[in-house]
Structures are given as structure tokens and as C-alpha cells.
């Protein structure tokens, strides 16, 4: 089985060096912090973009006075890459709007990689301001990969949720639902947390009979994505079903149904000229529901 | 390529029905609440076992006057499964310990599982007592799956964090690092955590590279584990390299080195029979480290 996805997977392939042996050393981030070096500007959580549609970079001395600043590594001119932590509750968070969806579809991959780890660490320091152990203030460490209590020391690290999502087959044809919020006509391959105490498998198992009542076989990775809304690693899988009777939650769905070979291709290739299609509305491309769906129609 | 584990994955496999329809309904949850219902009984984070091996399981009767009570689901009787949050800092944790090791080699595959899943969610409950984002306290709420802020609002669940733990294939041989904590003659795959920004195979080449100065090619997929100190998702990968040539990080490893399929077969036959292999210790039987070096040999 050709395991390589098809299509390129948004928010992946960022070209910062993340320069880990940089991050404890607080003497070598304060030789970073020179004229050369870049603050990637926000507006809260959300993207600033120049007139070309590039992340808009600017220097240190754009920082408020006293922002905690967090190190996102090096570019390939060796200039530390920072990023200011925004104030609590910050505009453009945590979910995507419109200035996010934007960015998806108008920046150059490894840019939009760069901002997505951005967002989703300053969106964790905004989120975390405080111990949940005790309760007191935390502040930045380790170069903002890290946070740390003021009281009882306790050390805190950004926060990644696994989230499975999956496509399931049956007798040819793929399982996809339809969640109330998506858009007019769109389904999409279910999805959801990974709990504790459970392998990738199990909960795509679980989530797949809780969400359509289908029980599947032979789960198999196929792509991640880092989602930083707030900041997930989506963990795309396929699986099969030897059942394609399905009841759905309606609390997470307002329907699931099988769709064939030709309604998926349809799909597809629709939504990747802009369009919807005729049978439903593909997953777009930068979501990796969409490499997913491109990932079984190529495999043949 | 054989994508399935040929070995048992620890603390996967739990029989515990997570009934996720119960958790938001507490009329549900009251209704299981009876003198049938049982109580998982632990010593703070660590496992309390029967004479014959097997998790002590009481009744509500048990549980401290006031506890918070954790929903972890229905058994195959249908009788609701608990288990009480410990105090803040309990013992045993948050990584294994004496007794948790013990019930590693002792538990039947099914309780282990449901230990596991239990104790990264009560551990999680007692490391969340106050809410990151305003310092003021939480509460449990949806029958232990979440907690909420007594002030603000703010809605938390528990966490899982992503690990990617990886070997490593060049000519033939395999890549194994030895950190200064290990056991005598002890060597396994290298591991760490996914990262806000990055995919699993980004985070396996970042890892590799960081710890051994090896740059990877072609990761898949192999296998995970839910490892519950204290909330891990491990997640195993296999690659390539095109040069083998090795520069440990010191701060990580004390030494990494390529073994042949032989000395792998060697140290595993070794493990599963209680001994050390002669050219090195293998990881036991209930890593997923263990299970990376068991498919990795066996798909021949």
C-alpha cells in the first residue's frame, strides 16, 4: 500500500530551524536578538500579510515594551525568528476566521507552516497564564517553550492534541458526514480527540461507531497535519467496515452517508477548480480531510 | 509493507465501554451510581492489586466523602466504572513507578488498559485544579472527561500528548541511543515529543536529527500506545537514512549506535526470557519501543 500522501499537507514544512539547543540557553537568544532579527507580526492570533500576500516580518523593535517574546528558530540566514506573546483573550482566536481561511489559500507553504506553529504557541501562552497546579502566574521559558510557575515551580510545556480523522470504506465506497456548521452541501471524513488510554486505532474505532454507529477493521495512518485551531495534530486514517449500516449522532452530525469512487473524484477535482460538486462539497485543500479523500481515489 | 504490530500493544485493549453518551448526562450518571457500580481503588496514581494479580476493584461505598468521582464507562455487565480523583501531588507519580512496573508484568492486558486510562485522567485531574487561563479554581464537570472554571467559564480536557518514538534503518542495521537513566546495557529507539507546528514524520526527523545527527527519509507508521505517565500518546515510526555517520547530543544520550538484525533478534529473545542480550539490553515487552524492534525483525 503507497503510504505517501498525494497531495502536499497545509501548515507542514516550515523552514525555520527550530535550533533546540538554542532554546535553554538564554545568553545565545539574547545574541539573536540583534537588528537582524524578525518578529513575525499578528493581529491578536490572526495572520498579518503584506500587499504580496508574504508574512509580514518586521523587527524587534515593533514589540510592545515588556511583551514576553517567544524564539521560533532560525531562518536560512541563521536570524532568530520571534513572535510576541499576545494579551489574554486575543482577537482571531482560538478557532479560524476569516483572516486565517485567508492566509490558507494566498501564502506560500512553508510560510503558512511558520505562522501555524506561531499561532499555535503564542495561543497557548495566552491560554496559560496562570499554574493549574496552584493557580499562581507562570511565565515564559526557555524561549517561550515553556512556562513556569512563579509559586511552586512547576513546568509547563505546550500543549498538542491528537485528533483522529478518518475515512472508512465499504464495498468501494467512502463514509463521510455532514457536521450542522459546515458549509451548504459539504461533507467531510468524521473525526475526533484521541482520549487517554487509548492507541490511535482505538479511537478511531470509537469515534467512528460513536459518531455513525459503523464498526471498522484494519485501521491504517495515511497523513498528520498540525491544526492550529487551537492546536491539534490531525492524525488521518483510513479504515474499512464490513457493515455499511449506519445511525449517526445527530448531537455531532446531521447526517453520514456512502459516497462511490466517481461521486469522491467528482468532488475533488470540483472544489480544487473552485466549485461544489454534484453529489457533495469536498473537504478544500488545505484541510487533510481533502488529502485523505485525493489519497483513495489515487491509490486506485 | 505489513503494517500490523506482531506484538501486544501495552495498555491498549482496555474492555471498559467508554459510553461518551453518559459523560454530559447526569441524571445518567446518577442513575449508574449504585450499590453495583464499581470503584477502580488506587494508592494516589499507582495501581492496588488483589492477591491473585488482579485490579482491586471496591464499591462507591469506597470513595472519600466529597471526592470527585470519574465516569470512565460501563463494564460488559453494564455496571458504571469510577475512580476518585486523588489529592494535589499524589503519590506514585507522574512517571512509573515500583508498582506500576509491577503491574505491567502482572495485569492482565485488559485491566492494564483500564489502569492506563484511569490514571493519565485522574493524574490529569490532579494537575488541573485551577484554570491556566485566570488562576481561579475548577471543578469536575461531564463525569470526570472535563473541568470548568469556577470564574471564567472556561472549559478543559484532559490532555494527551503526542510522543514520536522511532528506529531508525541504514544498510541493515538498526539505530538505537542509550539515555544515562536506562538500565545497564539498556538501548532503545529515540523518542520525543510532537511539537506545536510540525507533522509525526516532521517531528520523527527533527528528533532523529537533534539527538543523533541523522537525517531521515521515508518514515511510516507502525504502531501506538497510550503510556500513562503521565499522559502520553506514543507514536511509532520506522525510517531511513542514507548516512550513517552519528553525533549524539550529549544533554539527551549518552551513547547511540547501529545494531545488526542479529543482535536485535538476540536482545529480544533475551528480554522475553528474563535475561540481557549479550550485544545489548532490549526494551521489555510492555514498550512500544519493544514492539518497533519485534515488527522491524519479524517483517524480515
Redesign the interface.
Known amino acids: 500500500?503507497l503510504?505517501t500522501p498525494s497531495a502536499p499537507?497545509a501548515?507542514?514544512?516550515?523552514h525555520i530551524d527550530?535550533a533546540?539547543?538554542v532554546r535553554g540557553d538564554p545568553d545565545a537568544i539574547a545574541a539573536l536578538m540583534t537588528a537582524q532579527a524578525r518578529l513575525m507580526r499578528l493581529d491578536g492570533l490572526d495572520p498579518v500579510l503584506t500587499p504580496d500576500s508574504l508574512l509580514d516580518w518586521g523587527s524587534l523593535a515593533d514589540a510592545a515594551s515588556g511583551a514576553e517574546l517567544v524564539f521560533l528558530g532560525l531562518d536560512d540566514e541563521a536570524r532568530g525568528c520571534f513572535v510576541e506573546v499576545p494579551p489574554?483573550n486575543p482577537s482571531g482566536g482560538p478557532h479560524a476566521g476569516p483572516a486565517s481561511w485567508n492566509a490558507m489559500t494566498v501564502l506560500e507553504p512553508g510560510e503558512l507552516?511558520?505562522y501555524?506553529?506561531?499561532r499555535?504557541?503564542v495561543g497557548?501562552h495566552a491560554?496559560?497564564?496562570?499554574?493549574?497546579?496552584?493557580?499562581?502566574?507562570?511565565v515564559l521559558a526557555k524561549g517561550g517553550?515553556q512556562r513556569t510557575c512563579t509559586s511552586c515551580a512547576?513546568e509547563?510545556?505546550?500543549?498538542?492534541?491528537?485528533v483522529t480523522i478518518m475515512t472508512v470504506e465499504h464495498e468501494g465506497k467512502l463514509l463521510l458526514g455532514r457536521q450542522p456548521r459546515f458549509p451548504a452541501r459539504r461533507y467531510s471524513a468524521l473525526a475526533g480527540?484521541?482520549?487517554?488510554?487509548?492507541?490511535?486505532?482505538?479511537a478511531v474505532a470509537?469515534e467512528t461507531f460513536?459518531e455513525a454507529g459503523v464498526r471498522v477493521r484494519d485501521v491504517?495512518?495515511v497523513?498528520?497535519?498540525?491544526w492550529?485551531f487551537p492546536?491539534s495534530?490531525m492524525?488521518g486514517c483510513h479504515a474499512f467496515t464490513d457493515d455499511g449500516a449506519i445511525t449517526i449522532?445527530t448531537t455531532e452530525l446531521e447526517d453520514a452517508r456512502w459516497f462511490t469512487r466517481e461521486e469522491v473524484v467528482e468532488a475533488l477535482e470540483a472544489i480544487e477548480a473552485g466549485e461544489v460538486g454534484r453529489a457533495f462539497g469536498a473537504p478544500p485543500k488545505y484541510a487533510v480531510a481533502h488529502v485523505l479523500l485525493r489519497w483513495w481515489v489515487d491509490r486506485g
Do not use: K
Open positions: 500500500m503510504l499537507i501548515f507542514a514544512g516550515s527550530r533546540d539547543h489574554a507552516a511558520a501555524g506553529g506561531a499555535a504557541l497557548w491560554r496559560h497564564r496562570f499554574c493549574a497546579v496552584c493557580g499562581h502566574a507562570t517553550w512547576t509547563h510545556f505546550p500543549r498538542v492534541d491528537p480527540f484521541v482520549e487517554p488510554g487509548e492507541t490511535i486505532e482505538e470509537r460513536e491504517t495512518y497523513a498528520s497535519q498540525p492550529p492546536s495534530l492524525i449522532d
